[in-house]
């Protein structure tokens, strides 16, 4: 039996951090130029640098996407770039199109290579050809099931490594290369400006009668014709590991660090307890599906797993998240029952909140009292993002934790 490496994604230092601490076995990331998610916050070199830094420490590897479909405009830019990245050490680099591939080659030379979703690999004789490009990871097509990809497992070299999607949000799109996008605004999909045209909402125009919109219904269910439902694979574990899947990567670069340590925290949890036999599974199965939904969702779907999805995977009624916690900061020090933070959403003086622990315990706590770090002025409400935070609890916290609340209409 292969033990599926845990891929988390990371926007930020901050968030590659907290995906170290909350159980990942790797984090994939982006620079500043060549991946997929340019509204991203990305990372500079030096921040590169110090969260592979971060990350090794903890035995954790760093993969870093450079997986636009380039034009000749790019090629220059994308040569220097892996330069860089020779210089800087990743584990590897996620890419997709081939002179991209070239490229890392010819100037990253010592960096591991894998090829990305976005290269539409769907069958065994692609994952030999790159096989025999010097390739020995190949991320699946979405539109895989599991047999198929049981399949391509049982027809590529054994030191091969398959790494599939297990969670996240889902492209209308063929292995995530949409058109809508550019098509709609000139923002190129391929390019990493996405502009997620597929959660808008569609009415039909009739060409003689400009000005006249017809909504778009489907069984009186609504107008989100593109707008599908998050894969989650939390209860299909060990079909996955049985499929040969070598890395469980969940989706979401642009996501926030709860998001990253709850789907970091019960994957990690749930792998290891599949790997330990049917039972523990089933006993952490529970506790599982109630903490990933803690984290933000449109509602869950297995995608292609199990074969082609129908209309029950997509949401035709809303475009919006649903949020069950809100984030409120990352605990960077403390001191006895007090936590220095850097506030992301408003808390009060006397509320109850979460101290959310890598080891999979949420604690309840009352908010003491919350002071200005910079200032030392009280307060009794923290309103403002991104404000430097002493906040006494009335429960002990350690560095790393993550403090949350329930969303108002959770309460």
């Known amino acids: ?25 790797a984090v994939y ?32 590897k760093v993969h870093v996407t450079a997986n636009i479909l380039a034009h000749n405009y790019d090629l220059e830019g994308a040569a220097k770039y ?19 591939l070239m490229l890392a080659k010819a100037n990253c030379p010592d ?31 979405r539109e895989l099931s599991l047999a198929e990809i049981k399949q391509i497992r049982e027809n590529i070299p054994k030191d091969m490594e398959i790494e599939c999607f297990i969670h996240g949000a889902m492209c209308i799109s063929y292995s995530g290369r949409c058109l809508l996008s550019n098509y709609f605004t000139g923002r190129d999909a391929n390019h990493g400006a996405c502009t997620h045209p597929c959660r808008w909402k569609y009415a039909v125009v009739e060409e003689s009668r400009p000005g006249e919109y017809l909504p778009v219904y489907e069984n009186e269910r609504g107008t989100y014709i ?18 040969g899947i070598d890395s469980f990567k969940i989706e979401g670069r642009m996501k926030t660090a ?28 529970p506790w599982a599906g109630e903490e990933i939904s803690k984290c933000t969702y449109r509602q869950f779907t297995t995608g292609f797993y199990f074969g082609k999805p129908d209309e029950t995977t997509q949401i035709y009624d809303s475009n919006t998240y649903i949020n069950e916690y809100i984030y409120l900061g990352i605990v960077n020090q403390i001191e006895q029952n007090a936590v ?6 408003k808390f009060s003086v006397g509320e109850t909140i979460e101290i959310m622990k890598p080891d999979g315990s949420n604690v ?19 309103p403002h993002p991104q404000q430097k935070l002493r906040v006494e609890l009335d429960r002990p916290a350690s560095v790393y934790d993550l403090l949350r609340k329930k969303a108002p209409d959770q309460e």
Not at 366 to 382: D, F, R
């Open 29 to 60: 990331i982006g620079g500043e130029a060549f991946g997929l998610r340019a509204k991203a916050k990305n990372f500079t070199p030096d921040e590169m640098r110090e969260g592979i830094a971060f990350a090794h420490e903890h035995g954790v």
């Open 340 to 345: 220095y933070i850097e506030q992301r959403n």
């Open 82 to 100: 892996f330069r860089e990245l020779a210089e800087i050490k990743p584990d590897a680099i996620i890419v997709a199109d081939p002179g991209m």
């Open 111 to 141: 960096v591991e290579i894998h090829i990305s979703t976005q290269a539409n690999n769907t069958n065994y004789m692609t994952f030999r050809f790159w096989y025999d490009q010097g390739i020995r990871r190949v991320v699946c097509a």
């Open 1 to 25: 039996m292969r033990k599926p490496e845990l891929l988390i994604p990371a926007s930020s230092l901050e968030v590659l951090k907290t995906a170290v601490m909350f159980g990942a076995d």
């Open 258 to 285: 709860l998001y990253v340590a709850t789907v970091a925290r019960t994957y990690r949890k749930a792998i290891d307890a599949a790997l330990q036999g049917k039972e523990k599974f089933e006993e952490i199965l």
């Open 364 to 382: 309840e706590t009352k908010v003491v009292s919350i002071q200005n770090e910079e200032t030392g002025e009280m307060m009794e409400s923290a």
């Open 226 to 243: 593109f707008n599908s439902k998050d894969l989650c694979m939390i209860e299909h574990i060990p079909e996955m590991i049985d499929a």
